[in-house]
């Protein structure tokens, strides 16, 4: 199964605002990332080509950065996600940017379940909050919050069962 899917939010701030938001992924100050309701972004060094971890149990590598314009990072697991997800910093003039982030892999094997019963809509979610950070970081509010499906909601409740 070819999975590709896209979250974009239009930013009222400078490329340079939104390029150092995503240069501060997985660091002290990772302003980006939403890991008050997620996973944290782990790397084993400072974000460049080369360096490895991922978010709970979301493995990957980074393969390609282009500081303050583009991160692409290379799944290793789960296993069956085969293909990449990646953050790219688009300037539509000087004082509005788009981020957008794009998920883009073959599902294989028991991804194929588990993607669209799972990992897909917690994806989502986690994405929308991520974006709403952006937001909040280049514009002291967020103007629509996202909002977790009640799917999503049973998701975590059961997760945290599971966990306990």
Do not use: I, Q
């Amino acid at each position: 199964m070819d999975v590709v899917n896209v979250h974009e939010r239009l930013l009222n701030a400078g490329p340079e605002d939104v390029g150092a938001l995503l240069d501060s992924l997985a660091g002290d100050d990772d302003r980006l990332w939403p890991e008050s309701h997620w996973p944290p972004m782990v790397l084993d060094r400072p974000l460049a080509v080369g360096a490895t971890g991922g978010h709970g149990p979301v493995r990957y590598t980074v393969s390609a950065y282009v500081p303050g314009v583009w991160v692409r990072f290379t799944f290793r697991a789960p296993r069956g996600f085969h293909g990449f997800h990646e953050f790219t910093v688009l300037p539509v003039d000087g004082r509005r940017t788009v981020l957008r982030h794009t998920l883009a892999m073959h599902a294989r094997g028991p991804a194929r379940l588990t993607w669209p019963l799972a990992w897909g809509p917690f994806h989502d979610a986690c994405l929308e909050d991520a974006l709403d950070r952006a937001e909040r970081a280049c514009t002291g509010t967020v103007a629509r919050p996202a909002r977790w499906s009640p799917y999503v909601r049973l998701l975590w409740r059961l997760a945290a069962k599971r966990g306990s």
